[in-house]
């Protein structure tokens, strides 16, 4: 999951879940005060009553009115306790409505709020209720909450809109970051294309990665070149034991012991050759000192390279099939060449006695397919410089050289296992 999408997906529900208890609490609150309201008029309307009884001494007139509604009962003197009450308010408009239009079930009664007092008269005690409609402070609640929802909704989608549109462009620099280090390569000379920004966190990232990249180059350049430099002089070594293991085994007559030292001793130096001349192939590679732009029928430098091998095929029982179509590559024949012997040398030197290779050919790829050992190699081995199995005599540079010469050729390289063969699969 991106940050992006779980920043909002956090905000998004913290904010529907600080609306809805803010919205439940605010309509509470205005309820509580248009509630609050009512009960300061019930007031106001039982302070009139006690005003008119002291000045007349006797009871208000009564009107019937759809503002408010006042009964009087007379009661036991001390039975009536002054409250507040939820009550029903009968709304003479409707009466009137529903008498006219003969809807006799049309709604007669509303909600209303209520003040029971007691006033006394005289000798006589009453039982006093005043009864306001709380239909009107109903509909005002629902007025004022829809308008703040509404508002409530707007903010929050205007908030959502503009969280991803500036969340977008803010992450824009880390994107074009990390799609730059998806592209690099250690062996350009290219410095990594930043962007300047304005956000410090995003700057201090730039300069580590500046930092971090200048670091990787010169250290690789440093090795390249200690190898380069390494496998140069060990030639003149190199060639002077050979000259001079040519020319004692030349000279003089051994025993069987000494025979058997000095092959051991030519085998371990043909070794070393071997291993400083795929060195310095692969710096030269990686150089890109080999490049050229030759015509190749692949088709046919194929062919010719099995009729090369067809001795060994038959020394090792190998069984040999080819599916060749027509592919022209344009670029350097010596690499065509080493990655062409490095691979048909791999499958044939791991391969089974009475094994099979299988090639294919197309416009698109070339696939090579071996018999061999029974599980898959390891994908994060394969390709690694010196790893080699515990049986080969090899350098364990072959398919680092031939990965490097596809990326080389802009190919890739690709190994998959299904039993029984190993195939390995360059995509043109």
């Keep these: 999951m991106k940050l992006i999408t779980r920043y909002n997906r956090v905000?998004?529900?913290?904010?529907?879940?600080?609306?809805?208890?803010?919205?439940?609490?605010?309509?509470?609150?205005?309820?509580?005060?248009?509630?609050?309201?009512?009960?300061k008029d019930l007031v106001v309307e039982e302070n009139e009553i006690f005003e008119s009884v002291s000045l007349n001494h006797r009871l208000p007139q009564v009107f019937k009115s759809n503002d408010q509604q006042i009964t009087f009962t007379e009661a036991e003197p001390g039975s009536v306790k002054r409250r507040f009450i939820n009550t029903i308010y009968r709304n003479y408009d409707n009466v009137k409505y529903a008498k006219r239009h003969h809807h006799h079930d049309e709604e007669e009664f509303e909600t209303g709020r209520g003040l029971i007092t007691s006033v006394t008269v005289g000798d006589?005690?009453?039982k006093v209720l005043i009864v306001i409609s709380t239909v009107e402070a109903e509909d005002l609640i629902k007025i004022i909450f829809g308008i703040t929802a509404g508002v409530i909704l707007l903010l929050f989608v205007t908030l959502y809109v503009t969280n991803r549109l500036l969340l977008n462009r803010l992450w824009q620099p880390f994107y074009d970051l990390l799609r730059e280090l998806r592209f690099f390569n250690i062996t350009d000379n290219k410095d990594i294309p930043l962007e300047k920004t304005n956000i410090d966190e995003f700057e201090e990232l730039n300069q580590a990665i500046i930092g971090m990249s200048?670091?990787?180059?010169?250290?690789?350049?440093?090795?390249?070149?200690?190898?380069?430099?390494?496998?140069?002089?060990?030639?003149?070594?190199?060639?002077?034991?050979?000259?001079?293991?040519?020319?004692?085994?030349?000279?003089?007559?051994?025993?069987?012991k000494q025979s058997k030292l000095l092959s051991d001793l030519y085998s371990a130096v043909s070794k070393l050759t071997r291993l400083n001349q795929s060195l310095l192939l692969l710096v030269k590679i990686e150089n890109r000192l080999l490049e050229s732009n030759e015509h190749i029928d692949l088709k046919l430098h194929i062919q010719d390279m099995l009729i090369q091998f067809e001795e060994i095929f038959l020394d090792k029982e190998l069984k040999v099939s080819s599916d060749l179509g027509e592919k022209e590559l344009v670029t350097s024949t010596y690499l065509v060449d080493i990655l062409l012997n490095n691979l048909l040398g791999n499958a044939i030197r791991h391969n089974l006695a009475g094994g099979e290779i299988r090639i294919k050919?197309?416009?698109e790829l070339l696939v090579i397919q071996n018999t061999g050992a029974t599980e898959a190699l390891r994908h994060d081995e394969i390709f690694t410089r010196f790893h080699k199995s515990t049986e080969s005599e090899g350098s364990g540079l072959g398919l680092t050289i031939s990965r490097q010469i596809c990326e080389n050729l802009n190919f890739t390289l690709n190994y998959s296992y299904q039993s029984p063969y190993h195939t390995f699969t360059v995509n043109f």
């Design 11 to 39: 905000n998004l529900l913290t904010t529907v879940v600080v609306m809805l208890i803010t919205g439940i609490i605010y309509y509470q609150a205005i309820s509580l005060i248009l509630i609050s309201q009512l009960e």
């Design 124 to 126: 006589k005690y009453y």
């Design 214 to 256: 200048t670091r990787v180059k010169s250290d690789y350049k440093e090795l390249k070149t200690f190898t380069e430099n390494a496998s140069h002089e060990l030639l003149t070594p190199i060639a002077v034991i050979n000259s001079k293991l040519d020319t004692l085994i030349q000279t003089d007559s051994f025993s069987l």
């Design 361 to 363: 050919l197309t416009d």
